[in-house]
């Protein structure tokens, strides 16, 4: 998953960071309202963690944003404020979620995973195309029960084609996706057939299929 941490406090902010960064998101922080809206209008992510409470405003304002855009970023806030009415503004202007500090990461996790399958997968555990299955708890992917053994960025990169099945996908955006504002340093997108060659000889050795089709000038479509 791509996330955005939201937060102004360093350790909490650096912790959730290190937590997700260690079980295989990419993570990009911002520690105030003008940086994770600039963020937001340039990038997309599967997940924004989000502090209501920053230094220069509300960030009830990241949800106007989406919802007066139309973006689809999943939002859970985080926030030491235990108010009703809190909870019911965020929930009621598009967030997904809502967690109380303090909180234990692992069920920051679980909530989060809940509201990524939920909104990408219709909330199953097992994703299943074609002949393909993941285990999305266990990171695990198939076909017809032969295991495959993927890198983190193959994975990642699976996932979100499959999201996005059908779609003609650019390079540009799966740069974006799995390298996040680290792409803005790099002079070609060359490492995007890289891993799109490893990713389909190894879906293709075992099922005989080729699931990426190139659109010339453009990027690819999985089928």
Sequence with gaps: MKLLIVEDEPGLRESIEKYFTEEGSICETSNTLESAL??????????????????????????DYLKLHNKQDCVL???????????IKGLNIGADDYITKPF????LKAR??????????????VLNYKEISIDLLGRNVSIDEKNIVLTRK??????????????????????????????????????IYTHIKNLRKKLSDISGKDYFASVYGVGYKFV
Excluded at 112 to 125: D, H, M, P, Q, V
Excluded at 159 to 188: P, Q, R, T
Aim: glycine share 6%.
């Design 38 to 63: 600039q963020k937001i209008a340039i990038y997309e992510y599967d997940c924004i963690i989000l502090d209501i409470g920053l230094p220069d405003g509300e960030g009830f304002a990241i949800l």
């Design 77 to 87: 806030i985080i926030s030491a404020r235990n108010s009703l009415d809190d909870k």
């Design 104 to 107: 234990h990461l692992a069920e």
């Design 112 to 125: 989060l995973l809940a509201i990524f399958r939920r909104k990408a997968f219709g909330s199953t555990n």
């Design 154 to 191: 193959e994975y990642e990169m699976l996932l979100y084609f499959i999201a996005n099945k059908g779609k003609v996908i650019s390079k540009n955006a799966i740069a974006e996706h799995l390298w996040g504002d680290e792409m803005d340093m790099l002079d070609s997108f060359d490492f």
